[in-house]
């Protein structure tokens, strides 16, 4: 199936589209570099106000954005609602601080021989932005919200298996009243971001998705000497101690290994627990993974939605049974479930071994890999054996442990007693084979800016 919105607790194709023609992407770029020319002589103020009425608009418009994403890629309708909220908020949150996150930063104008010297944040131009499904509205307002307050506009290459919300927001801010042009939806599969990214209208790039497609993206644009941020896989860690709180422990666990069905890069996926806590930490996460209602995303009582796709079910399948087949022991779930759709149990695996894929491989999926240590430093060598650094939690009341778990672990965020997410308000990115750059904040907005020096004799 190429670009269609396929219904992931039925397996029903209920819309397809056809991919844009060359001439008609050759538009939409035109048309961004002329915007872009525009956009940049625009006041914070008038930006501001925009931004705000695409916040109110996601708040007018929240029950039938929400039932479409829960539509395309599967997550229950609780959490479809709540992404929309979130979006709501970053915009309102930019709207208020992108003329402070952006202003002039001064400088010693005696040290530099000048009568004035400061840096000025300016926009690049027109941004691409390749999006994957998982988080639909959610990945691509985190990025547009930011970049459209600087000045910037974008072009949206959105994961075709969730089109509607791609045109959706293909119509958002103009909607809002950013000039046309400020933010498209591009229609198109990968096999054409290459000639998108070499286009010299497109100034910059930025991308979330799969570790080969950042590769490839990364490399594009390097070589076309542009700016990219990439935030690619993760494998987080969620350690647990003794002196932790078992009980919110293992609550905050199911929610962090099943949030989006287990569809999420910074879901915590390797739980690694001191052997002295090990036996009734695992008992109360099996209990509370065990007690997920999984199925119609659309009902308000479900926990748990279907996986968003056909192959990705397949992909967690295959890693469950490598470890099976290697000697793990399955203490619940395992076995996808009957009927229709791509519907996958909690599921937790112990036992596992360096030689099985779930080790090193990052399960997309409502799987939870349980690991006994007996040291704070066996778990932080643990949790860092990893290509991936994205998030990581970690859970203990011994204020030595926290400094340590902070200093030592290689991850973008650290969160102690809760669960990894993020928020507008604080940066957001990886390290290692996790990627590069920030989203959000300060940091967030000033990634698609050139840092202009300015000196006046």
């Not at 949030?259 to 627990?273: D, E, H, L, T, Y």
């Amino acid at each position: 199936m190429g670009i269609a919105t396929t219904n992931p607790a039925t397996g029903e194709v209920l819309q397809t589209f056809e991919e844009m023609s060359d001439a008609k992407v050759g538009s939409c770029l035109e048309r961004a570099y002329s915007c872009a020319r525009e956009a940049r002589r625009t006041s914070f103020e008038q930006r501001a106000t925009w931004m705000r009425n695409a916040a109110r608009l996601l708040d007018e418009e929240q029950e039938m954005v929400a039932r479409t994403i829960t539509t395309e890629m599967g997550k229950t309708i609780r959490s479809a609602r709540a992404e929309v909220a979130k979006c709501s908020r970053a915009c309102e949150h930019y709207a208020q601080h992108a003329e402070e996150y952006l202003a002039d930063e001064p400088a010693d104008p005696g040290a530099v021989g000048a009568r004035k010297a400061f840096a000025r944040y300016q926009p690049l131009g027109a941004v691409l932005a390749i999006m994957p499904w998982n988080f639909p509205l959610w990945q691509v307002v985190r990025f547009a919200a930011p970049a459209l307050m600087a000045g910037n506009v974008g072009l949206l290459k959105h994961a075709s298996n969730v089109p509607q919300t791609a045109l959706y927001l293909g119509s958002l801010f103009t909607r809002a009243g950013f000039p046309e042009g400020s933010f498209q939806a591009l229609l198109i599969g990968s096999s054409r971001v290459e000639e998108v990214v070499r286009d010299p209208r497109v100034a910059a790039v930025t991308l979330t998705g799969s570790g080969p497609a950042g590769a490839a993206v990364g490399a594009l644009a390097g070589a076309m000497v542009k700016p990219s941020v990439l935030e690619l896989g993760g494998s987080d860690p969620f350690i647990v101690m003794p002196s932790a709180d078992l009980a919110a422990a293992a609550e905050v666990a199911t929610k962090a290994r099943c949030q989006n069905a287990g569809q999420s890069c910074i879901a915590a996926k390797r739980f690694i627990v001191h052997e002295e806590v090990a036996d009734e930490f695992e008992r109360r996460f099996v209990e509370d993974m065990t007690a997920l209602s999984v199925g119609d995303p659309l009902d308000e009582t479900t926990d748990m939605g279907p996986l968003a796709t056909s192959a990705g079910r397949q992909d967690v399948e295959a890693l469950v049974a490598d470890a099976v087949d290697k000697g793990a022991k399955v203490l619940c779930g395992g076995d996808r479930l009957p009927g229709p759709g791509w519907f996958y149990p909690p599921t937790v695996l112990s036992g596992i071994e360096p030689h099985m894929r779930v080790y090193s491989e990052e399960v997309f999926g409502p799987v939870a890999s349980v690991y006994r240590v007996s040291s704070l430093d066996e778990a932080i060598e643990l949790a860092n054996g990893t290509q991936f650094g994205l998030g990581a939690n970690a859970w203990t009341n011994d204020q030595d442990e926290v400094a340590l778990l902070v200093r030592d672990l290689e991850a973008g965020a650290v969160f102690i007693n809760g669960m990894v997410t993020s928020y507008p308000e604080l940066p957001f990115g990886g390290v290692k084979a996790s990627g590069y750059g920030r989203e959000l904040s300060a940091h967030g907005i000033r990634a698609f800016c050139n840092l202009k020096t300015v000196w006046v004799g």
